[in-house]
């Protein structure tokens, strides 16, 4: 009788199988609650180190009256040693002033080449230069091994001169130099400042993402003048988010955050209006090219919320 009456305390083989397909379904339910939380978390987390390149931005203009150029060499032809990028010059306004010393950009024996800084500085991750989210190492394999960002500033509405990505036609006889002028926010030796994005602040896009989906980027500079995109990339058609080697990018569901140049973050669809520019001023594209030209003269309109 004893025997039986512990026996029948147990769970038979149809409860245990019932218990553990309850199980099953409740986790199934709950997984995808979490990890829509956990991304939720991690592009909040990104949109605030937007926001903290973007006081950063203006921290530099206040001092500077311009914004840090893309990057900087003495001459724009292709195959040029590398230089310091705009993420350098900004390092003091988001708490690396110890490492921009360390680095001394403006120091006269550098040359303003990379390649006469330590490399221990040049593989730090800088926390604020990544995107919680995304997927490439601290120094990125496909940049040259040097620290990761995950942002890229606005280069303008002319696509980048090169054949290929990954500076796969740099080395052709008759490499093209780097463009010496864009409608964007930074190229080489650029000093934009806010006189000149006369679309207004609020119009004009400074900052947005590049993921491991576009090789990402590196924060000390570029690897040399035909690597623009190492610091910036382009708004031309056809290069629209998500779309390929040489985009913004980011993996974020649908889309990437964009720093306008008032310092206020959005979330821009992958699917936004993109359009052919043509030859003439009035003729300047989708909302992706208005957004990518500081002086068009065109109005973009309301974008979605913070």
């Known amino acids: 009788m004893e025997s039986q009456k512990l026996h029948s305390q147990g769970f038979t ?3 245990l199988m019932i218990t553990l397909a309850i199980i099953v379904v409740i986790t199934s339910l709950v997984l995808p609650t979490i990890q829509e939380s956990r991304n939720q978390a991690r592009e909040r987390e990104c949109i605030i180190h937007l926001k903290q390149l973007g006081l950063a931005m203006h921290n530099y203009h206040d001092v500077y009256r311009t914004f840090p150029p893309g ?3 003495k001459t724009p032809y292709a195959q040029s040693p590398s230089g310091f990028g705009w993420q350098v010059s900004i390092l003091p306004f988001v708490e690396e002033a110890p490492l921009y010393d360390a680095i001394r950009p403006s120091a006269p024996n550098n040359e303003g080449a990379l390649e006469y800084v330590e490399a221990k500085y040049l593989k730090r991750e800088i926390s604020t230069y990544r995107c919680p989210a995304d997927s490439t190492p601290v120094t990125n394999p496909m940049r040259g091994d040097w620290g ?4 890229s500033m606005n280069y303008g509405t002319e696509p980048v001169p090169r054949m290929t990505p990954l500076d796969g036609s740099m080395n052709w006889p008759g490499a093209l130099p780097t ?3 864009t409608n964007g926010i930074g190229w080489w030796n650029s000093r934009v400042g806010f006189r000149d994005i006369t679309d207004g ?3 004009t896009l400074m900052i947005s993402e590049r993921s491991v989906k ?3 980027g590196i924060w000390p500079g570029v690897r040399s003048n035909s690597s623009e995109t190492d610091q910036v990339t382009d ?3 056809g290069n629209e988010i998500n779309s390929g080697l040489n985009s913004f990018s980011s993996p974020h569901r649908g889309g990437a955050n964009i720093l306008l140049c008032d310092g206020s973050v959005r979330f821009l669809s ?3 209006d993109s359009q052919p520019r043509g030859p003439g001023q009035g003729d300047v594209g989708g909302l992706f090219q208005k957004l990518g030209c500081r002086n068009d003269g065109q109005v973009v309109g309301e974008l979605p919320g913070e």
């Open 13 to 15: 083989v149809i409860e």
């Open 71 to 73: 990057w900087v060499r």
């Open 148 to 151: 990761t960002s995950n942002y």
């Open 179 to 181: 463009r010496l002028h």
């Open 201 to 203: 602040t609020s119009n």
């Open 214 to 216: 576009s090789a990402a």
């Open 235 to 237: 708004t031309s058609y």
């Open 270 to 272: 992958d699917q936004v």
